[in-house]
């Protein structure tokens, strides 16, 4: 199930307490909440703490580190009294950059730096092949963006065996859970969808007399800046949320960071060319079907009228082609507007999905207003009224979209990929199709700046959602992943 759900906090902390009773029933309150073992073949590992909403889950901990030679649950368990034992002893403290040193009879006491949002420490494990940590506190409650327990390449160590125990839940008693919590984002997704379709009737707004006279005046300056905004929102949306935040959630699928990397490359790439490989096949299907359409009189006549008929007939290819590409390429392109949003709803939560949401829509309006002016042109001609029922048409694959997602179960690491696709595709819609408009040669020097102070605008738009916005960190889920209780804010 995806690393974001915390269905199975409350049967973890009565795990906790049904260890804490066993050892009580040994002789002894139990003074740990968490516990795991580790395979330690390398000599030195670094232990992190990291601020989580602006602060420490807590000024310190309380660790013991038992050293051992193997590392099972059932070495585990045999320590487990001697590691409660030893949580009650005077403790050595630590301070940043400090060393643990695995041995009997030693406690340390951690304690993080405040002025710095992470503090680190030294695992010397040279004597030993594996090491039993106790913790006063679970080590993810101290996680924001990375793992709790590092080797010195920066790779995430997972326990082999920890307390408590959180296969004793079932699997299927968690499910309704997760889906609750996961349906949780069903309206908002909904919701955002049909917004971001209601910008295709955008285009109404040139029936208003004076804004199309404005348009058409002023046609180079106003596609300039609209553009302009367009890119700026596009770009920061990219950047700042969707290439960032895809990095944290293709990370949860594969260990390894070269795996890593060569998916989430290879997903931005596919996303950006994603909307060349639509406009030629549309282009090339739509240049066909207006060939074989038009009439045979055209290939066969002669005169002033096979004259006549043959300059018809490319410009109906044009026509076919222009609405093709319009129509189909904005079906697609509003498909995959709907998965995004939808995976960033459901997997980094409500502020994340409607940033993206936001920067969806602030990126439809200008290409909804360029493919209302494109088929209500010359060359193509359709009726205002047809042009507007088209585009909303071919914009509802945006709900389509939505719900695909939403009644598929989709992993974190598959939105992570679809996340760095959306940030592809974002990029060559901003790079490609609006910046040239701003270069546009006829543009004034005025004109010019008024479309770079468009693009900041956009940008700007984008950055005020960061400031309210927390990173979307997944928990630690690999082989025996620790989960983050409730309580401690990760989106």
Same mark, same amino acid.
């Given at each position: 199930?995806?690393?974001?759900?915390?269905?199975?906090?409350?049967?973890?902390?009565?795990?906790?307490?049904?260890?804490?009773?066993?050892?009580?029933?040994?002789?002894?309150?139990?003074?740990?909440?968490?516990?795991?073992?580790? #395979?330690?073949?390398?000599?030195?590992? $670094?232990?992190?703490?990291?601020? $989580?909403?602006?602060?420490?889950?807590?000024?310190?901990?309380?660790? =013991?580190?038992?050293?051992?030679?193997?590392?099972? %649950?059932?070495?585990?368990?045999?320590?487990?009294?001697?590691?409660?034992?030893?949580?009650?002893?005077?403790?050595?403290?630590?301070?940043?950059?400090?060393?643990?040193?695995?041995?009997?009879?030693?406690?340390?006491?951690?304690?993080?730096?405040?002025?710095?949002?992470?503090?680190?420490?030294?695992?010397?494990?040279?004597?030993?092949?594996?090491?039993?940590?106790?913790?006063?506190?679970?080590?993810?409650?101290?996680?924001?963006?990375?793992?709790?327990?590092?080797?010195?390449?920066?790779?995430?160590?997972?326990?082999?065996?920890?307390?408590? %125990?959180?296969?004793?839940?079932?699997?299927?008693?968690?499910?309704?859970?997760?889906?609750?919590?996961?349906?949780?984002?069903?309206?908002?997704?909904?919701?955002?969808? *049909?917004?971001?379709?209601?910008?295709?009737?955008?285009? $109404?707004?040139?029936? *208003?007399?004076?804004?199309?006279?404005?348009?058409?005046?002023?046609?180079?300056?106003?596609?300039?800046?609209? &553009?302009?905004?367009?890119?700026?929102?596009?770009?920061?949306?990219?950047?700042?949320?969707?290439?960032?935040?895809?990095?944290?959630?293709?990370?949860?699928?594969?260990?390894?960071? *070269?795996? $890593?990397?060569?998916?989430?490359?290879?997903?931005?790439?596919?996303?950006?060319?994603?909307?060349?490989?639509?406009?030629?096949?549309?282009?090339?299907?739509?240049?066909?079907?207006?060939?074989?359409?038009?009439?045979?009189?055209?290939?066969?006549?002669?005169?002033?009228?096979?004259?006549?008929?043959?300059?018809?007939?490319?410009?109906?290819?044009?026509?076919?082609?222009?609405?093709?590409? =319009?129509?189909?390429?904005?079906?697609?392109?509003?498909?995959?507007?709907?998965?995004?949003?939808?995976?960033?709803?459901?997997?980094?939560?409500?502020?994340?999905?409607?940033? *993206?949401?936001?920067?969806?829509?602030?990126?439809?309006?200008?290409?909804?207003?360029?493919?209302?002016?494109?088929?209500?042109?010359?060359?193509?001609?359709?009726?205002? +009224?047809?042009?507007?029922?088209?585009?909303?048409?071919?914009?509802?694959?945006?709900?389509?979209?939505?719900?695909?997602?939403?009644?598929?179960?989709?992993? #974190?690491?598959?939105?992570? +990929?679809?996340?760095?696709?959306?940030?592809?595709?974002?990029?060559?819609?901003?790079?490609?199709?609006?910046?040239?408009?701003?270069?546009?040669?006829?543009?004034?020097?005025?004109?010019?700046?008024?479309?770079?102070?468009?693009?900041?605008?956009?940008?700007?738009?984008?950055?005020?959602?960061?400031?309210?916005?927390?990173? &979307?960190?997944?928990?630690?889920?690999?082989?025996?992943?620790?989960?983050?209780?409730?309580?401690?804010?990760?989106?």
């Amino acid at each position: 199930m995806a690393a974001f759900e915390c269905a199975s906090v409350r049967m973890i902390m009565f795990a906790s307490t049904f260890s804490r009773s066993v050892l009580a029933g040994a002789g002894g309150a139990a003074n740990f909440e968490w516990a795991g073992i580790f #395979d330690t073949s390398q000599n030195m590992y $670094v232990w992190t703490a990291q601020k $989580v909403g602006g602060s420490y889950a807590d000024p310190g901990m309380k660790l =013991v580190a038992l050293p051992s030679q193997t590392s099972s %649950e059932s070495v585990l368990h045999s320590l487990e009294v001697e590691g409660n034992q030893t949580m009650t002893l005077a403790c050595q403290q630590l301070v940043s950059g400090g060393v643990i040193t695995p041995a009997r009879n030693r406690c340390y006491q951690l304690n993080f730096d405040q002025t710095v949002w992470q503090t680190l420490f030294k695992v010397d494990s040279s004597g030993t092949q594996a090491i039993a940590f106790f913790a006063e506190h679970f080590p993810t409650e101290f996680e924001s963006t990375a793992h709790y327990l590092k080797d010195i390449n920066g790779t995430d160590i997972e326990p082999e065996a920890q307390l408590p %125990e959180t296969t004793a839940t079932p699997a299927a008693s968690a499910a309704p859970a997760d889906k609750k919590d996961k349906d949780k984002h069903n309206g908002a997704i909904m919701g955002a969808a *049909v917004l971001v379709n209601l910008v295709t009737l955008i285009g $109404v707004v040139f029936l *208003v007399p004076v804004l199309a006279k404005m348009a058409t005046n002023y046609s180079t300056e106003f596609e300039g800046v609209v &553009c302009g905004f367009a890119a700026g929102a596009l770009l920061a949306c990219a950047f700042f949320l969707l290439l960032f935040e895809a990095t944290h959630l293709v990370g949860t699928g594969w260990s390894k960071e *070269v795996d $890593v990397l060569w998916r989430w490359g290879t997903m931005i790439l596919a996303g950006f060319v994603l909307p060349a490989l639509i406009d030629n096949v549309v282009a090339t299907v739509a240049t066909k079907a207006a060939s074989q359409n038009a009439p045979p009189e055209a290939a066969v006549a002669d005169g002033e009228t096979g004259s006549s008929l043959k300059q018809e007939g490319p410009d109906m290819v044009a026509r076919s082609r222009i609405i093709g590409g =319009v129509l189909i390429g904005d079906f697609f392109h509003n498909l995959c507007d709907g998965f995004f949003i939808a995976a960033a709803f459901r997997g980094c939560g409500d502020s994340f999905g409607w940033g *993206v949401a936001l920067a969806t829509i602030l990126h439809e309006l200008p290409q909804e207003i360029a493919d209302y002016a494109i088929l209500t042109s010359s060359q193509v001609a359709l009726h205002p +009224l047809k042009a507007l029922v088209a585009n909303f048409i071919s914009g509802l694959s945006v709900i389509l979209g939505a719900i695909i997602i939403i009644t598929t179960e989709v992993q #974190d690491d598959g939105i992570g +990929l679809l996340l760095a696709f959306g940030g592809g595709a974002y990029l060559h819609v901003a790079a490609v199709d609006c910046m040239p408009k701003i270069y546009n040669k006829n543009l004034s020097l005025s004109g010019r700046l008024s479309c770079l102070v468009a693009f900041m605008i956009g940008a700007i738009l984008i950055g005020l959602i960061l400031l309210d916005h927390e990173h &979307c960190v997944p928990a630690s889920s690999g082989a025996g992943g620790s989960p983050k209780p409730s309580g401690h804010h990760h989106h």
